[in-house]
């Protein structure tokens, strides 16, 4: 039976995925961007890297017995912050919440009890923790929610030679990209690629946010150096991700 190990919810059968719930399996729900990534990568590149490392970390769960399924990734999410440059696709909160809501209630409905929603882009982060907190309260199931880099944690900065963790269209980005999907990278224009290390001017602590135009920030649209990126980098990258995720998720305590 080959979907015994298929970890896609949209490779599965409706029987296939009802014996999933049964068995309690975790439903991990990619969510991403669809936005300017610099000059040398393709706008989906949140998508591509939430969708490889949700389906890392699911096939690591499986392969120690731990049921689990991935959705087909939430491709839209906020980011007025990249509209300037064009070719950027955003939502609002309310309709970014409503998408998410909305697939979280089926998976409560097809029986499921517990969802991570896996965020790729940092312009999602803070909208994804509440609408997580709110799935729980009105879908009454087990809703957890984290950005992959946040999860990560300091996994990734031995691996980089110029950041510590994710920026945008950065080292850490362009090298997972390369393992993932490299069509997607334009080599010949990564002398273009980096810009400055932050998007906060001096004197705004980490702790505050307030978004700006990227535009404003990077002319490149990115934020780092993407120069330094390597596809044995990006592999690197992506296990170690889906190591530290794995066993975040496999912690009994999370979901009690």
């Given at each position: 039976?080959?979907?015994?190990?298929?970890?896609?919810?949209?490779?599965?059968?409706?029987?296939?995925?009802?014996?999933?719930?049964a068995?309690?399996?975790?439903?991990?729900?990619?969510?991403?961007?669809?936005?300017?990534?610099?000059?040398?990568?393709?706008?989906g590149?949140?998508?591509?890297?939430?969708?490889?490392?949700?389906?890392?970390?699911?096939?690591?769960?499986?392969?120690?017995?731990?049921?689990?399924?991935?959705?087909?990734?939430?491709?839209?999410?906020l980011?007025?912050?990249?509209?300037?440059?064009?070719?950027?696709?955003?939502?609002?909160?309310?309709?970014?919440?409503?998408?998410?809501?909305?697939?979280?209630?089926s998976?409560?409905?097809?029986?499921?009890?517990?969802?991570?929603?896996l965020?790729?882009?940092?312009?999602?982060?803070?909208?994804?923790a509440?609408?997580g907190?709110?799935?729980?309260?009105e879908?009454?199931?087990?809703?957890?929610?984290?950005?992959?880099?946040?999860?990560?944690?300091d996994?990734?900065?031995p691996?980089?030679?110029r950041?510590?963790?994710?920026?945008?269209?950065?080292?850490?980005?362009?090298?997972?990209?390369?393992?993932?999907?490299?069509?997607?990278?334009?080599?010949?224009?990564?002398?273009?690629?980096?810009?400055?290390?932050?998007?906060?001017?001096?004197?705004?602590?980490?702790?505050?946010?307030?978004?700006?135009?990227?535009?404003?920030?990077?002319?490149?649209?990115?934020?780092?150096d993407?120069?330094?990126?390597?596809?044995?980098?990006?592999e690197?990258?992506?296990?170690?991700?889906?190591?530290?995720?794995?066993?975040?998720?496999?912690?009994?305590?999370?979901?009690?």
């Amino acid at each position: 039976m080959a979907h015994a190990t298929e970890i896609e919810w949209m490779k599965l059968t409706f029987a296939e995925l009802n014996e999933r719930a049964a068995a309690g399996a975790l439903v991990i729900v990619p969510v991403a961007s669809l936005e300017q990534h610099g000059p040398h990568l393709a706008t989906g590149v949140d998508i591509i890297c939430a969708n490889g490392v949700a389906q890392r970390v699911a096939h690591r769960l499986a392969a120690v017995g731990r049921p689990v399924v991935v959705t087909p990734c939430v491709w839209t999410g906020l980011a007025e912050h990249h509209v300037p440059f064009g070719g950027t696709v955003t939502l609002d909160f309310a309709t970014f919440s409503a998408v998410l809501k909305g697939v979280v209630r089926s998976a409560a409905r097809a029986g499921f009890k517990r969802v991570m929603l896996l965020n790729g882009h940092g312009g999602n982060a803070e909208a994804v923790a509440v609408v997580g907190g709110e799935c729980q309260t009105e879908f009454g199931i087990a809703v957890a929610a984290g950005t992959y880099w946040h999860l990560a944690g300091d996994a990734f900065a031995p691996i980089l030679e110029r950041q510590s963790n994710v920026l945008h269209a950065c080292e850490a980005e362009t090298s997972m990209i390369m393992t993932l999907l490299p069509e997607a990278v334009r080599g010949d224009r990564l002398a273009e690629a980096h810009g400055p290390h932050s998007t906060r001017p001096e004197g705004q602590p980490a702790a505050m946010i307030r978004r700006r135009s990227f535009k404003d920030i990077s002319p490149s649209g990115v934020i780092g150096d993407a120069r330094a990126a390597s596809a044995e980098k990006g592999e690197a990258l992506l296990e170690a991700a889906a190591e530290r995720i794995a066993e975040e998720l496999s912690n009994a305590k999370l979901w009690g």
